[in-house]
């Protein structure tokens, strides 16, 4: 850098030297272009037992101890001491996007190298521009140390240094990203982002394999070390400046998704732990900081100060649940992984011709092998069996007991860790038993039970310390801590996490269908897949019931949990059989900070303003007698049951693509089978279950009868409504007729009109888009659940078309809704 500035002083003085000069920046670039040119794939050779690739300006010795100088020469006379053996996944120079890693830091012409890099950073000025600039840097030192892995592992001076030049080079990024005053909403930031994503991850794994390799180094360890924090440090800006938990969130499983290996998920969440702890370290920081301030403040500025500490612990809780969100979701990936893997297992058991083995024998296999921390990697498996199936719950058990072997021999839990982990137990169970203790005691049977459990092993995880076993205490305190997050989760999910997690998950489905429409499968021919397909959308409206109905938050946040694996394993089980491409994570939009939150409307002002609605209409001659007063009929018959319920809907008005029911009033989730039962009340319930939840008498088993003709007074029985389309209007009524029918079958509405269904009937219905039983036509357009007798589904119309749809309970029923400009 010295040498440039006086350079440049010449320069200024002397319009020659300037020409001078150019010239040979120009022959810089030039030489180190044709230095890095010469192949780096050259002669194979073996030294020691390694696998190693020789450059051409390199020598390499073979296991035999022969020679070879680095002109081309192939080395197939050399006994080769790595046949047979299959790498387990490993990170390569096409890995980080680098098709050759050029001069190496062995090489006596390496400066040229460095001397290039320096100009391009003093005559780079767009500051995302330079921060991209540091991150290719630092990406191209990563590919010259996984070279040199290769062909000179012997030399590990040199490895050594290479990695400190790589942490200076990620701290320098670090800076250029803090420097940086923009959000990811600037396609620059954007990229960068998503780039700094990708190398994090691969960056990582590299530290982590070499970690292993030269772990009799205590010097190269601890540098790997301080490279692998620089470089999480560095990730860390993303969410910490530019962009919230939930979209960070989004962009790291996109990268992930495009990226290969069996372990892919696994990484992930290895590094969402590691972000985490960065968080909660950070947050431990300030808290101390400000603790200091308020000793030393003058009473006036004390109560300031408390409501700062006050603020940031709120944020920090805030933060904690949306990253171990975020984990949780890739340790649930990695989970489907596996379990779409024992699906293949199964059916090649049951093959009638032997067949290869199955890819989960090989994954768990590979486990064991994988680089990497393996005390972390102890508490993401502990987590992944917390929801596996028997069969592949009982293969991790013997995996989870060789990576613990592992852990222990290697020396990553010992005395220290095990006491870290007790802490960490402690501290959860304390925050669970304080959550508990706010609510009164007033907690579901699951919370109760994951509790004792977890102080039944905190309790296991101390004697086991006491008793030096430090392996077993580890393994029994991180058991703890994941029954106590377990239990945590359900009682910190708010209402909006709930129906931002159903909205997610509806999309996540209509994604898997149409990759399964689109690939052409039958039921006949794969009827595992279509049995995996039917039982989501029956764990669906299960989640949408228990919403509905404010179940206890565990059961909710349980089946929520229980949906996000099952989708999962759909997902991964077309990758694994088709080789169909991720489906892209895109969660529906969180609402603006600036946006006033959506009030809550009643059911019952809900339909008082309808009424309001039907009454201006009426009076702009915008809807007939003959409507106005079926409609008002409707309308009146829903208020008067609404004000004698007087139970206020949990949902808002519909305002998305994504309706939701209006909770009805039992308490109890029924299935969906229809067995009918008369009620004392005269109606028809679908079965007795629901019969009971609405707190009816049974009369007898099957249909009410329906009343003769006259029976009313002598009155005759009332025409049913002519099935014709009525007139364009934004507030549209369809009722469901004593038959099942929708009439009138046909209805237009105008764009970001509402049609509310009626069921007038005896029946539940289920209004949903075609087609049956996917119902992706018009996506969004399902009410997810059961429309009971009396009851009311509204959904706003904003797609210009023609749409079709039916009764999922009785798909012959179909009718048709035209939306106009």
């Known amino acids: 850098m010295l040498c440039l500035k006086i350079v440049g002083k010449i320069v200024k003085k002397n319009i020659n030297m300037k020409k001078i000069f150019i010239v040979l920046v120009v022959a810089m670039f030039l030489l180190v272009g044709a230095v890095n040119s010469v192949g780096a794939s050259g002669a194979c050779c073996f030294s020691g037992g390694e696998c190693a690739e020789a450059t051409t300006a390199q020598n390499c010795t073979n296991s035999g101890g022969v020679r070879y100088a680095g002109n081309g020469t192939t080395c197939d006379d050399d006994p080769d001491p790595c046949s047979g053996t299959r790498a387990v996944e490993g990170v390569t120079a096409q890995d980080l996007e680098v098709e050759n890693a050029g001069l190496l830091p062995t090489n006596p012409f390496y400066f040229f190298k460095n001397w290039t890099r320096t100009i391009r950073q003093v005559f780079t000025f767009n500051p995302v521009k330079k921060a991209e600039l540091e991150l290719e840097i630092a990406n191209q030192r990563a590919t010259e140390i996984e070279k040199l892995k290769s062909v000179a592992p012997q030399n590990i001076e040199a490895i050594t240094k290479a990695t400190a030049n790589y942490q200076k080079n990620v701290e320098r990024l670090k800076a250029r990203l803090d420097g940086l005053q923009e959000t990811s909403e600037n396609p620059n930031i954007a990229r960068l982002a998503d780039q ?41 800006v993303v969410p910490e400046k530019f962009e919230d938990i939930a979209k960070f969130g989004q962009r790291l499983e996109n990268v992930v998704q495009s990226q290969k290996g069996e372990f892919r998920e696994l990484r992930a969440a290895e590094l969402v732990d590691r972000l985490e702890e960065k968080f909660v370290e950070n947050t431990e920081k300030k808290l101390v900081e400000i603790g200091e301030k308020v000793e030393k403040a003058v009473p006036e500025d004390i109560a300031k100060l408390k409501e700062e500490l006050a603020k940031i612990r709120e944020e920090n809780a805030k933060l904690r649940n949306e990253i171990s969100a975020l984990k949780d979701n890739f340790v649930s990936k990695f989970g489907a992984r596996l379990e779409a893997q024992e699906i293949i297992r199964a059916e090649a058991a049951a093959a009638p011709t032997p ?49 613990l072997r592992q852990a222990e021999e290697q020396k990553e839990i010992g005395a220290e860790e095990a006491k870290k982990m007790i802490l960490e137990a402690e501290r959860l169970i304390n925050e669970l038993r304080g959550a508990v203790s706010a609510r009164e005691g007033d907690i579901s049977n699951a919370v109760r039970q994951l509790l004792e459990r977890a102080e039944f092993q905190l309790n296991q995880a101390r004697a086991a310390y006491d008793a030096q076993k430090y392996g077993n205490a580890f393994g029994q305190a991180n058991a703890a801590a994941v029954a106590a997050k377990n239990a945590l989760r359900p009682l910190t999910t708010t209402a909006e996490d709930y129906s931002r997690d159903i909205a997610s998950l509806k999309n996540y489905y209509d994604s898997l269908i149409k990759k399964i429409q689109e690939l052409n499968l039958s039921e006949e021919k794969y009827p595992k897949l279509f049995a995996l397909v039917a039982e989501a959308e029956r764990q669906l409206l299960e989640l949408s019931n228990l919403i509905n109905a404010k179940a206890d938050p565990a059961k909710i946040v349980d089946a929520i949990r229980n949906v996000k694996l099952h989708l999962s394993t759909i997902e991964q089980l077309l990758r694994e059989l088709f080789g169909v491409a991720p489906v892209p994570a895109v969660a529906p939009a969180p609402a603006q900070p600036s946006a006033a939150p959506q009030r809550v409307v009643s059911r019952c002002e809900a339909v008082k303003r309808n009424l309001n609605e039907l009454d201006e209409l009426l009076k702009a001659g915008r809807i007939s007698e003959q409507d106005y007063k079926l409609k008002y009929e409707s309308l009146k018959k829903e208020l008067s049951t609404c004000e004698k319920e007087s139970v206020p809907s949990s949902a808002p008005l519909p305002t998305s693509a994504l309706p939701v029911p209006v909770s009805p009033s039992a308490t109890e989730v029924c299935a969906q089978d229809y067995s009918p039962v008369c009620g004392v009340n005269g109606k028809t319930y679908s079965n007795e279950c629901v019969a009971n939840a609405s707190d009816v008498k049974i009369q007898f088993k099957g249909e009410c009868k329906e009343p003769s003709a006259g029976t009313a007074g002598g009155a005759p ?94 798909p012959g029923n179909t009718g048709i809704i035209e939306v106009v400009e």
Not at 205 to 232: M, P, T
């Open 355 to 403: 067949v290869a083995p199955a890819p989960l024998q090989t994954t768990i296999q590979d486990l064991r092998d994988l680089s990497g921390d393996q005390s972390r990697r102890l508490k993401l498996l502990d987590e992944v069996r917390e929801k596996a199936s028997p069969s592949v719950k009982s293969q991790l058990n013997v995996a989870r007991q060789d990576v």
């Open 196 to 236: 700094l994503a990708d190398r994090s991850l691969k960056h990582q794994e590299l530290f982590d394999e070499l970690k292993v390799k030269f772990e009799n180094n205590a010097e190269f360890v601890e540098g790997a070390s301080k490279a692998q924090e620089a470089i999480l440090t560095a990730v860390a």
């Open 717 to 810: 029985a009332p025409t049913p409504a002519a099935v014709t389309p009525i007139d364009s209007f934004f507030d549209v009524f369809v009722a469901i007729d004593e038959s099942g029918q929708f009439s009138p079958t046909t209805v237009k509405v105008k764009k970001g009109g509402k049609v509310t269904w009626t069921n007038k009937s005896q029946k539940s219905v289920w209004p949903a888009s075609a087609i049956h039983p996917t119902h992706t036509v018009y996506p969004g357009f399902d009410a997810l659940g059961e429309i009971n007798p009396g009851k009311t589904y509204s959904f706003i119309f904003d797609k210009v078309g023609s749409w079709k749809y039916h009764d999922h309970l009785n």
